[in-house]
C-alpha cells in the first residue's frame, strides 16, 4: 500500500495566513475607533454656544458699576462708533485672532454683541 506524502506546508500556510488576516482586522478597527472620536470641529454652533459661560445681566451690570471687568464689543467699528457701553473697547470679530494681545489675559473679559 502507498503512503500518501503529507503535505507540511497546508498547516504553515493557514497558520500564517490567520496571523495576518487577524492584524488587518485589528487595524481596521482601531483606525475606526480612532477615527469616531469626538473634536471640536465637529460640534454644531448650538453646542459650541452652550459651552461659553454666560453673565447675568446683574453681574455684567455690577462688573460695569466696579470696573472689575472689560466690556469688548465685537461689531464692525462703524457700529461701535454708532451706539456703545460708555468704556468699551472694540475690537471687530474679523480681527479678534490677530489682536488677542492686546487684552489682559488676566482681566475679566465680557464680549457683548457677538
Do not use: H
Amino acid at each position: 500500500m502507498k503512503r500518501r506524502k503529507q503535505n507540511s506546508k497546508n498547516p504553515l500556510l493557514f497558520i500564517v495566513g490567520s496571523g495576518l488576516l487577524l492584524i488587518v482586522i485589528g487595524l481596521m478597527l482601531a483606525s475606526q475607533n480612532t477615527s469616531t472620536a469626538p473634536t471640536t470641529a465637529a460640534l454644531s454652533e448650538e453646542e459650541a454656544d452652550a459651552l461659553v459661560p454666560r453673565v447675568s445681566l446683574v453681574d455684567s451690570k455690577a462688573a460695569l458699576d466696579s470696573g472689575s471687568a472689560i466690556f469688548l464689543d465685537v461689531r464692525t467699528a462703524e457700529a461701535f462708533q454708532s451706539e456703545r457701553i460708555t468704556g468699551s473697547i472694540n475690537i471687530p470679530l474679523a480681527e479678534l485672532e490677530s489682536r488677542m494681545t492686546e487684552l489682559d489675559p488676566e482681566q475679566w473679559i465680557i464680549t457683548y454683541c457677538t
